[in-house]
């Protein structure tokens, strides 16, 4: 019997193989109610109408929506497409990301709202760019948020204004 080395791509097959995985029927039916379950917690948080909601959810037709809901609702099963579980997916990232960076969750909902200068936002609330109803608005934000996790720049907060710089006496090595 000849025995062969798995090489380099053997596990890119694999990597393939698992993504291919990631969308089929039957991971799109496991994840479907927990996702939209925990998706209509969040917008019940951060207070968005029907109409934001199916703005963020892909505008899926208001029957579609009530089906979904009613579903889960009941805790059974559905089976969403793949855009409208990468939706929901930016969404509960977006809300990790808040409350990573905020206090409280009446902090997040209110960055969110709250007009803001950075370039990206334009002025505007993060949330236009949320409602916009396509999946770059909702990434942007997304990027944004992770980015202000990892130490990139944020506006300034009350914390940051009141921060004085360290002086060498403040400074004890032990």
Same mark, same amino acid.
């Given at each position: 019997?000849?025995?062969?080395?798995? !090489?380099?791509?053997?596990?890119?097959?694999?990597?393939?193989?698992? /993504?291919?995985?990631?969308? @089929?029927?039957? &991971?799109?039916?496991?994840?479907? /109610? =927990?996702?939209?379950?925990?998706?209509?917690?969040?917008?019940?948080?951060? !207070?968005?109408? $029907?109409? $934001?909601?199916?703005?963020?959810?892909?505008?899926? @037709?208001? *029957?579609?929506?009530?089906?979904?809901? &009613?579903?889960?609702?009941?805790?059974?099963?559905?089976?969403?497409?793949?855009?409208?579980?990468?939706?929901? *997916?930016?969404?509960?990232?977006?809300?990790? *990301?808040?409350?990573?960076?905020? *206090?409280?969750?009446? $902090?997040?909902?209110?960055?969110?709202?709250?007009?803001?200068?950075?370039?990206?936002?334009? !002025?505007? =609330? =993060?949330?236009?760019?949320? &409602? @916009?109803?396509?999946?770059?608005?909702?990434?942007?934000?997304?990027?944004?948020?992770?980015?202000?996790?990892? !130490?990139?720049?944020?506006?300034?907060?009350?914390?940051?204004?009141?921060? @004085?710089?360290?002086?060498?006496?403040?400074?004890?090595?032990?």
């Amino acid at each position: 019997m000849v025995t062969r080395k798995r !090489g380099a791509f053997d596990g890119a097959h694999d990597m393939l193989l698992s /993504a291919a995985e990631r969308f @089929s029927r039957a &991971n799109r039916r496991r994840l479907g /109610a =927990p996702g939209l379950r925990t998706f209509l917690n969040i917008a019940e948080l951060w !207070g968005l109408s $029907e109409e $934001e909601r199916l703005l963020i959810l892909g505008m899926p @037709s208001r *029957s579609t929506y009530r089906k979904w809901t &009613n579903a889960v609702r009941e805790c059974r099963d559905i089976m969403l497409n793949v855009d409208t579980l990468m939706r929901i *997916s930016i969404v509960l990232g977006i809300h990790q *990301s808040l409350g990573v960076l905020q *206090s409280d969750e009446r $902090e997040g909902v209110a960055w969110l709202r709250t007009p803001n200068k950075v370039p990206l936002f334009g !002025g505007r =609330p =993060p949330m236009a760019l949320i &409602n @916009s109803g396509t999946q770059d608005g909702l990434m942007c934000v997304r990027r944004f948020l992770d980015a202000a996790c990892g !130490g990139l720049y944020m506006t300034p907060n009350e914390i940051d204004m009141a921060f @004085s710089a360290y002086q060498d006496g403040d400074i004890a090595l032990i």
